[in-house]
């Protein structure tokens, strides 16, 4: 079930910062910044990356989820300081 939500929040993350998504499972945005950035990631194997290449990718997916989740955060502390 937790997998379930974080790939959802994901999605919604990543299609507000203008990706289009094609799946629920999460994993199109991947291939969708790898190749925007012309790096080769396939399904299979990529063992060929480097780190910075994975970071690359990753990196946009991962912050972006972050910076949501804190403006989230914030927006719950905020309301509880109202009550």
Do not use: C, H, W
Request: glycine share 10%.
């Amino acid at each position: 079930m937790a997998r379930k939500d974080l790939n959802e929040f994901k999605n919604q993350v990543m299609e507000s910062k203008g990706f289009g998504l094609n799946s629920a499972s999460g994993e199109d945005v991947k291939y969708e910044i790898a190749n925007e950035l012309r790096i080769p990631l396939n399904k299979e194997d990529n063992g060929n990356l480097t780190s910075k290449q994975a970071g690359t990718i990753g990196g946009p997916i991962g912050g972006n989820m972050v910076k949501e989740m804190i403006k989230l955060a914030q927006a719950q502390f905020s309301k509880n300081e109202r009550l």
